[in-house]
């Protein structure tokens, strides 16, 4: 319970320090204006954390001292193997996305990220990918106005 307080106190700090930096942003008429973004996703991120905090708050404590965290067991369980692939995939993604474009990169960073937490099923990987992919690329290209890496070979 007190770590999910810290936790939602300092992102409701880390919020509003974020919101107040977009008020250094240079003004722009062309399409949405650069601090519409940052400005959403800081308001949404202090919302969650009251959320986070309340919920917390109105929490029963528990009767019984939850079990305790162990590096062992989240080593066994691969957890640490999977956090580092998934480092190791952001890179890649990062390295080839110039390359490859961004709906390929982002496609099959979105399928590697889903076969590392497990997923099996092809049909899944595969709509995760396509829908996933084509989604963002709608949003930044199409919405924001963002200039997104193409691939250039077709």
Known sequence: MRADVAI???LLFLSSAM???????PDQTVALSPTFFPRLVTLCMAGLACVLVVKALRRPRPMKAAST??????IRQGHVQRIAAMVAL?????QVLDSLGFL?????????TVLLFMERRWTVVLAVAILGSSALYGVFRMIFKVPLPRFDLF
């Open 8 to 10: 939602g106190i300092l």
């Open 19 to 25: 919101f107040a930096l977009t008020f250094t942003f």
């Open 69 to 74: 965290f162990s590096a062992a067991t989240w």
């Open 90 to 94: 952001g890179f890649v993604y990062t």
């Open 104 to 112: 390929i990169a982002t496609g099959l960073f979105l399928a590697g």
